[in-house]
């Protein structure tokens, strides 16, 4: 349907691209500041969601035909999950990758790795989606020299990578270096992109996990903006503009169970951005205010038990999703409590947004619930929980201050052990876990690893440093060294030495060295 039709239900009734009060209150419409009704006025009638659906399994080959199956089925844009070695800058034949290898994502440790995962993919007409953070500038730079290869320009590339550390110490625990030269790291990127990847989203600021953890909504929403707050002021202290980067900062949140609550904190967050982005930091560029955000539905929703559940809690979580006003979103499969995704189960998910772009009316008007008065009013009071909780951030110094005292983790710990404490007594209902518990042992198929891929990585990547010059990667990795110590831009050097064929590992080592680690205590190691 052109986006200039006149749309109408099924029993004939005109929609129109947005509603406004008919009593004439003052609520700006779609597309206007601070964008708490969407970022475009037309929501979604031009152009629906992205739906990029997360894949990763064993082997680069493996994961490359996942995202080949869902291409031809539909999905619009790749999201790529990587092994918890990778995530944590560890080469697949590290002693400490024994036995994860491939386990939760696609193990990458060279090019060559990049090269098999991207195969055949044109890279200039696809966004991708990289769920990587303490090593995720060197995934990015791989990504970068892999499209070169295809002959797609780095003014080309569009996707988002999520390069969101500060998250990792409050909720997740991907780590690998302390807090301050992580966030060197994450600018840098941000500098770069600017210059060389200008379609780029440089950071995916993540309330996801943080809502994975344990977290209040209220919280989730709080402690995203209060890092994306740090992440602009690391930025401008740099020296950088704040409009030439804002633009490309994008946000990641959690579509959890409320669906009415959800809506609101989408909502909320648009506007307590744009306001932080006009008034604390005086951007002028309407680009820059405007919160994007893509969305998961809930992992730590899904059940073990009754794990066809799963399907009805993921429609309702992707709606609120919708109906909130999110520019992408990835679908949980229903057998995610159990194992990576079938192709059975990925499918459902990804027919899951399909109906509700074409069946349910999901791309009809812009902010279809605003003006409801329990929309509004959660709207409100979610954004007032938010801006107390952020400066009492504000108070301690701001993110990272607030990360290296531990209290963002013990406020996340006290809300998931409250949330635990409520389904233990039954007060707060899990069908099928404690409540409406009959038929909560049913099988299903799932998936299944490869025993031997993790073996097939580990000779892939040691043929990669038989072959390679082993000269020109020790020149590379030195000079990556020489630049960590000191305040130049570390991509270009990174860069160099994964076209000389260094390993993402080896060049994690040499940070190791230069900036030691961090530890859940917030002290270097």
Known sequence: MAADEQ????????????????????????????YTRGVRRDGYRQRAWTMRQYAGFSSAEETNTRFRLLLDRGQTGLSVAFDLPTQLGLDSDHPLARGEV?????????????????????????????????????LLLLYELVAEEQGVAGERLSGTIQNDILKEYIARG?????????????VDTFRYCTERLPRWNTISISGYHIREAGSTAAQELAFTIANGIAYVQAAVDAGLEVDAFAQRLSFFFNAH??????????????????????????????????LRFHAQTGGSTLTAQQPENNIVRVAIQA???????????????????????????????????????????????????GGSYYIEALTTALADQA????????????????????????????????????????????VGVNRYTEGSGERIELHTIDPEAERRQIERTRA???????????????EVGRVAGGEDNLLPAMREALRAEATVGEVCEVLRGSWGTYDAHGAPG
Request: contains cysteine; hydrophobic residues 40%; glycine residues 10%.
């Open 102 to 138: 491939g386990r939760t994502g696609v193990a990458i440790d060279s090019i060559e790795d990049m090269r098999l995962l991207m195969a055949g993919i044109p890279l200039g007409d696809v966004s991708t989606s990289m769920t990587i953070n303490a090593p995720g500038s060197l």
């Open 174 to 186: 991907n780590y690998i270096f302390p807090a301050r030269p992580s966030m060197r790291l994450t």
């Open 387 to 430: 801006r107390e909780l952020i400066a009492e951030i504000d108070r301690m110094g701001g993110a990272v201050a607030a990360v290296e005292r531990g209290w963002v983790q013990d406020q996340i710990e006290q809300a998931a052990f409250a949330h635990h404490r409520r389904v233990q007594s039954g007060e707060e209902v899990i």
């Open 464 to 478: 990669v440093r038989a072959r390679r010059d082993s000269g020109a990667v020790e020149q590379a990795l030195a």
């Open 7 to 34: 749309r109408r239900t099924d029993s004939g009734i005109p929609v129109r691209p947005f509603y406004s009060d008919a009593d004439g209150a003052d609520r700006p419409d779609p597309g206007s500041y601070p």
């Open 319 to 369: 709606f609120s999703a919708v109906c909130g006003g999110g520019q992408s979103l990835h679908t949980n499969g229903y057998d995610e409590a159990l194992a990576l995704p079938t192709e059975r189960s990925a499918t459902i998910a990804l027919r899951t947004q399909q109906i509700l772009a074409t069946e349910a009316g999901g791309t009809s008007t812009a902010d279809p619930l």
């Open 257 to 290: 169970n409320d669906f009415f609550q959800e809506v609101a904190k989408f909502r909320a967050a648009r506007m307590l951005w744009a306001e932080l982005m006009r008034e604390r930091f005086g951007a002028g560029d309407e680009r820059s205010l405007m």
